[in-house]
T-cell receptor, first 113, second 114 residues
Framework: GENVEQHPSTLSVQEGDSAVIKCTYS??????FPWYKQELGKRPQLIID?????GEKKDQRIAVTLNKTAKHFSLHITETQPEDSAVYFC????????????FGKGTTLSVSS | EPEVTQTPSHQVTQMGQEVILRCVPI?????FYWYRQILGQKVEFLVS????????KSEIFDDQFSVERPDGSNFTLKIRSTKLEDSAMYFC????????????FGQGTRLTVV
């Protein structure tokens, strides 16, 4: 089945710097790749997603890139702010026909001012 | 904005007892899920439900787990005989008709087995 690896597990940046989180997946049939932000004690919330027919997607300070050949995708946050501090999870669909999401282990992002 | 709601927010139960976690997905969504998150760990898929039957399940979802959609609005997860290792946050999620769209998560039920 699908396996999603996520790096780094922790990331500390200064306010205004960029942050990059990387994920790899194992099932070449996966075709949907969301990123979720989870604040302490709260539900995961979608921040951006990308489908397999697209290589890059941007939404203000957040962007995601997808390399299907290499089976990896990355989250880029520019001009980080203290409120970006949270745990970020990448995910991939379990297989092309499935709808379940398989999550990475998460990255704890700390933005210091 | 419509949201997925879960009850209770926190459940404490004795080992060996049965628990039922309840969820009300967003109306007109057709795909329903249960995930769990052990404290400090990743979100793990348990089961997906579509058209009144289980469509996918993980290795975690063994015979002690079951799901049900008893009426048009509720979606429940039953754990028959709880173990200490079942202690976790359980999230319900739902998705609209099309796949490859956002999964909306409920606020979670924290299950503590003592």
């Amino acid at each position: 089945g699908e396996n999603v690896e996520q790096h780094p597990s922790t990331l500390s940046v200064q306010e205004g710097d960029s942050a990059v989180i990387k994920c790899t997946y194992s099932d070449s049939a996966s075709n949907y790749f969301p990123w979720y932000k989870q604040e302490l004690g709260k539900r995961p919330q979608l921040i951006i997603d990308i489908r397999s027919n697209v290589g890059e997607k941007k939404d203000q300070r957040i962007a995601v890139t997808l390399n299907k050949t290499a089976k990896h995708f990355s989250l880029h946050i520019t001009e980080t702010q203290p409120e970006d501090s949270a745990v970020y999870f990448c995910a991939a669909t379990a297989n092309q026909a499935g709808t379940a999401l398989i999550f990475g282990k998460g990255t704890t992002l700390s933005v210091s001012s | 904005e419509p949201e997925v709601t879960q009850t209770p927010s926190h459940q404490v139960t004795q080992m060996g007892q049965e628990v039922i976690l309840r969820c009300v997905p967003i109306s007109n969504h057709l795909y329903f899920y249960w995930y769990r998150q052990i404290l400090g760990q990743k979100v793990e898929f348990l089961v997906s439900f579509y058209n009144n039957e289980i469509s996918e399940k993980s290795e975690i979802f063994d015979d002690q787990f079951s799901v049900e959609r008893p009426d048009g609005s509720n979606f429940t997860l039953k754990i028959r005989s709880t173990k200490l290792e079942d202690s976790a946050m359980y999230f319900c999620a739902s998705r609209p008709q099309s796949t490859n769209t956002e999964a909306f998560f409920g606020q979670g039920t924290r299950l503590t087995v003592v």
